[in-house]
């Protein structure tokens, strides 16, 4: 499976963005997609996640009504819609996928940056 992010940039705090991941190879085999961020100097930290087949959602609380996330499978692409966006949100945010018979994230997109300036 690979995965390729995009949609990151620079935007004011308040504003909104929506990041893509768009899914190629064994995509059939993905059961879980998660969206991941890393600030400077922090640990990566989960957001949220989206099962692929049933379009369940788990968000971390940091994000919980301000992010949503959504899929497309017919285009084997997941999206993180972002609003009310806020300085702590600047990060590199990553998609990652689980699949079938798997327990944790075994494949990671390269990473989008998105600076939110206060």
């Known amino acids: 499976v690979q995965l390729q992010a995009s949609g990151g940039g620079l935007v004011q705090a308040g504003d909104s963005l929506r990041l893509s991941c768009a899914a190629s190879g064994r995509s059939g085999n993905i059961l879980l997609m998660g969206w991941f961020r890393q600030a400077p100097g922090k640990e990566r930290e989960f957001v949220g996640a989206?099962?692929?087949?049933?379009?369940?959602?788990l968000y971390a609380d940091s994000v919980k009504g301000r992010f949503t996330i959504s899929r497309d499978n017919a285009k084997n692409s997941v999206f993180l819609q972002m609003n009310s966006l806020k300085s702590e949100d600047t990060a590199v945010y990553y998609c990652?996928?689980?699949?079938?018979?798997?327990?944790?994230?075994?494949?990671w997109g390269q990473g989008t940056q998105v600076t939110v300036s206060s």
């Open positions: 989206i099962t692929w087949a049933g379009g369940d959602t």
């Open positions: 990652a996928a689980m699949t079938v018979g798997r327990n944790k994230y075994d494949y």
